[in-house]
């Protein structure tokens, strides 16, 4: 998501602020009471203990903390920075959802980045992926039953680089950066005072967001962007559409259609997509989380993603499934000559 204007204020101000967090001096207090703030903030958002929070750089440092010499189980959809502490693979349907026989020993994310697909977690979870489910869905972290969270601060507006960790109440981790004891022993260094200060404003915005019904808004938008390509086209799948869903996530699967020709097509016509998660946008390859639900290796080289924001309007969704059938009637074109 772009920066949130709150975002932005409260980093601004942070950059004033020169003490060092550690220090008792006047300064390093006041750079204390930021952290302090934005850890109440991130924790009233998702439901949780400001002392169960522990701010690291992002998502992927938060699962290298949580899952490190854990040897979980997990589904073939999760993100690449939980996949790669995966020692023992669930079964996940067409339609997206994972079954979890021993919640004991598994990670299973709340949301997918690729396919907005929702999770039921069930109570003993080990760990839970909830980056792209936090600010956008009701969270009660500490009614969940869930041993530990991830988050991350970019996905609901805050800045990038930074993101956190979240206990169950009384469940402690290892260090796995090692030093001055900050972040009560859990992870040292200095703090990223500025990064968390937007952090936790971000947090609070997205919660007002969520309270304001905005993301039910935006999942009208994401239905009535589906409604009417499904209306325009009888060959694209959308995929996970038939189980829960995050509000402004539509991955569509167009059968020979290239996914990153798609990206391409979109992006001269101003709009930003990807082919796959963010992180592996760049790459020339299929969906591993398509392949994971059973889609063949050609499906999910012909998936997009198409994501919806709190900016988002009625007018762009048209704008976009205008643009795009445009393209799709050009490729239709193309394949009946060849």
């Known amino acids: 998501m772009p920066l949130r204007p709150e975002a932005r204020a409260a980093m601004v101000a942070a950059m004033d602020v020169v003490g060092n967090p550690s220090s008792v001096h006047a300064e390093g207090r006041a750079a204390k009471g930021l952290i302090e703030k934005a850890r109440a903030q991130v924790a009233e958002a998702a439901g949780a203990l400001a002392s169960d929070v522990v701010f690291v750089s992002g998502a992927t440092e938060a699962a290298a903390l949580a899952l ?3 040897n979980l189980s997990g589904a073939g959809i999760e993100h690449d920075a939980v996949r790669s502490w995966i020692v023992e693979d669930l ?11 021993d919640p004991a020993r598994a990670t299973l994310q709340l949301a997918n980045s690729e396919t907005g697909v929702m999770q039921d977690l069930p109570a003993g979870l080990s760990v839970s992926d909830m980056t792209q489910g936090f600010g956008k869905v009701p969270l009660a972290f500490d009614w969940s039953g869930v041993e530990m969270g991830l988050v991350s ?8 680089g930074v993101g956190a960790l979240i206990l169950r109440r009384g469940l402690d981790v290892e260090a796995l950066i090692r030093g001055g004891g900050q972040e009560m022993g859990r992870r040292s260094g200095t703090e990223n005072v500025i990064g968390i200060a937007g952090f936790g404003a971000a947090a609070a915005a997205a919660a007002r967001d969520l309270e304001a019904g905005t993301w039910d808004r935006i999942g009208q938008f994401r239905n009535i962007l589906e409604k009417t390509l499904e209306a325009r086209t009888d060959m694209t799948i959308f995929v996970g559409k038939e189980s829960p869903r995050l509000p402004n996530t539509s991955c569509l699967l167009t059968p020979g259609w290239k996914g990153e020709t798609q990206v391409m097509q979109m992006d001269l016509a101003g709009f930003a997509i990807s082919a796959g998660s963010a992180c592996s946008s760049g790459k020339v390859k299929s969906s591993s989380v398509l392949r994971a639900m059973g889609f063949s290796e050609t499906e999910a080289g012909s998936a997009i993603r198409v994501s919806l924001g709190p900016g988002t309007t009625e007018a762009e969704v048209m704008a976009f499934a205008d643009a795009w059938t445009a393209a799709h009637d050009r490729f239709l074109a193309r394949a009946r000559a060849e």
């Open 153 to 160: 601060a970019h996905k609901i507006g805050g800045p990038k």
């Open 91 to 101: 079964d996940v349907d067409r339609a997206g959802r994972v079954t979890v026989p």
């Open 68 to 70: 490190r010499g854990r």
